[in-house]
């Protein structure tokens, strides 16, 4: 049975959104798919490596990328220095049974060629989006960029998931202003394995929040 497909993507790079996907993947039970991974973390992990070990679903909900490439770069820069041509149309929605999360590359307008970006790939889809921002100063800004550039191309927003410390008022005028719903926020986790990140997304986000 065909589930959400639900877009995970964020105000820039290193914000916690693979960490808030994982989260997300793992309280659905949904299948994970990043369909661009430009280069590996410090450990040599890839993102989805971090979700296999943070999430808690089967193997066999970890989808393969379309594009798995070595240079940690924009993904359109990557594949140039990686020898390798992007073609979107090869970025088609894979069929899974169940819920399907999806997680960009960078922030919204992150270009996966020199003429396409993720948003563009995102309104093509069609499926409604999570945008993932961090609590620190300069949100409010990245943030209500992200909406707007989302929002002009059609994209359905289901909220804000913020990542961070508490910023009431940072997090409140996002919403208030982006006209969005607030999610809720992940925090940082001391000890970060599974179970510690399942308890925090369960203590801060209502999971009805991301069916239909």
Known sequence: MTGPRIVVTGTDT????????????G??????????QAGRDEQGYTDRDT????????TANLLPE???????ASP??????DGIEINPDMLQLPEV??????????GVLV????????????????????????????TINHSLLSIEALRSRGVPIIGVAFVGNANEDSEAIVCELGRVKRLGRL?????????TLARAFADNFTVGDFRP
């Open 187 to 195: 925090p940082r986790v001391d000890s970060l394995d599974r179970v």
């Open 27 to 36: 309280a659905l039970g949904a299948s994970y798919w990043k369909p661009v």
């Open 111 to 138: 270009p996966i060629t020199r003429s396409w970006l993720f948003a563009d790939q995102f309104a093509r889809w069609g499926c409604p989006a999570v945008l993932v921002a961090r609590t620190a100063l300069g």
């Open 66 to 72: 379309a594009y798995s490439l070595v240079t940690p």
């Open 97 to 106: 049974d169940g819920p399907l999360v999806i997680e960009g590359a960078g």
């Open 51 to 58: 979700v296999a070990a943070l999430s808690g679903v089967p």
């Open 76 to 81: 359109h820069l990557s594949a140039e220095i």
């Open 14 to 25: 290193d914000i916690g959104k693979t960490v808030f996907a994982a989260a997300l993947v």
